[in-house]
């Protein structure tokens, strides 16, 4: 998505948009279950677990007593249980490891028939009760971004990679196909934000050609390729799909889409909002960045990217914008809509195929973000001079509030104030 890129420009045929559109296509390249191009390297394949094989016992004898609770020995403070269940003494509470029982001479457990009513249980001592810390609730903040990572910061990144929750408001919108029979993988379309834990943001020319019922989106993920994240993604079905009203397919004017969800998303620290911005605020000027799963580099060359990766980036006013671009392919009377906004436009920095929808996002306080674009289209990507092109959300503001407003209300879902922040 951003390296220092080797460019490789493609005429596009004379009926073909003279765009890149940055949006995945069908591969199946990361998403699991079932997808097997490519095959996931970190997948490992398990055998038997070694250790003893369970003794069948054809005639059990009942170990519990009143109430199911095992029955207890050493003057109340043990219980009888599998041997197999009894390490040094002591009641084996995280499944790691089997014993080996030893009778008579150096023993580890105490085998007493008279207080243990079968054979093979052995008196141990009861684990110590632990009682569980009370999680403090998690109070939403739309816009805060966690530049440390979520509890953990992790060291070494070369390539821009995003610490993990450092974007909570990150979604990857995907859709579900049956490749085999009963078993449906998801396939990744676009990037998108979370704006309302009901209400996710992101480009039409992603999802204006599906119905809602193929459509899911996945918020908290991190690392598509696995499961180590200290908090869990979430994943949700889209209940409903509304374009803009004035979105057209083929220049990508008002390349706008809101996706209501059958669920909320339950915020966390990984899984949060994004602030909207006042209709045509001005963001010009400040820190702004961009985020996505797309590809690292323009071409055939390119891989799309397993952790998620971020990109500083700035604003470029409209008309320097259009200026840079009518130096392209698309000719000296290009004229950029002002559904669009700018930014980039230095060398092997920018945002590429696979990361359409997803935000670029504009630091407007100290650690508040609100939304200021969508990754829609470009010139190859990361070209020197010329600026990546995004869907206006300043200039879409209202429209994407008020219809938020009005589809939550007819869905009976609580409005709230997910997306408002207090301008400094």
Known sequence: ?????????????VTATPRERRQAS???????????????????????????????????????????NYAICNNGEGSCVPYYLCREGDIVTDGAGLIDIRFGGNTTVTRSSSECP?????????????????????????????P???????????????????????????????VVVDKPVNLYVCGGSLIHPSVVLTAAHCVASWDAGVLK????????????ELFPHQDRNVAKVVVHQGYKSGPLFNDFALLFLDQPFELAPNVDTLC?????????????????????????????????????????????????????RLGKFFVLDKSFACAGGEAGLDTCKGDGGS?????????????AGIVAWGIGCGEGGIPGVYANVPYASKWIKDTSNSILSQLKVTVGNYWDYIPS
Request: aromatic share 8%; net charge negative.
């Open 26 to 68: 069908d591969e199946c390249f990361w998403w699991e279950p079932g997808c097997t191009t490519p095959i996931d390297p970190a997948k490992e394949t398990t055998g038997n677990p070694s250790g003893p094989v369970p003794v069948e016992n054809t005639n059990p004898v009942e170990r519990v007593v009143e109430g199911g």
């Open 359 to 371: 935000p670029l996002m504009c630091q407007v306080s100290p650690n508040k973000y609100v939304q």
């Open 148 to 178: 440390q990572g979520v509890n953990a910061r992790i060291l070494g990144f070369k390539d821009n990679q995003a610490q993990f929750g450092e974007f909570p408001w990150m979604i990857a919108v995907l859709r579900q196909e049956e």
């Open 276 to 328: 909207l911005p006042n209709q045509d605020q001005n963001l010009l000027g400040v820190e702004c960045w961009a985020t996505g799963w797309g590809k690292d580099r323009f071409g055939k060359e390119g891989e799309f990217q397993n952790v998620l990766k971020k990109i500083k980036l700035g604003l470029t006013p409209n008309d320097k914008c259009q200026a840079a671009l009518r130096t392209t």
């Open 118 to 146: 079968q054979f093979l249980d052995v008196c141990c001592n009861n684990p110590q009760t632990v009682v569980p810390p009370t999680p403090i609730p998690y109070t939403s903040d739309c816009g805060r971004r966690n």
């Open 217 to 228: 989106v996945r918020a908290g993920e991190w690392d598509t390729q696995r499961t180590y």
């Open 1 to 13: 998505m951003w390296s220092l890129i080797a460019l490789v420009i493609t005429v596009a045929a």
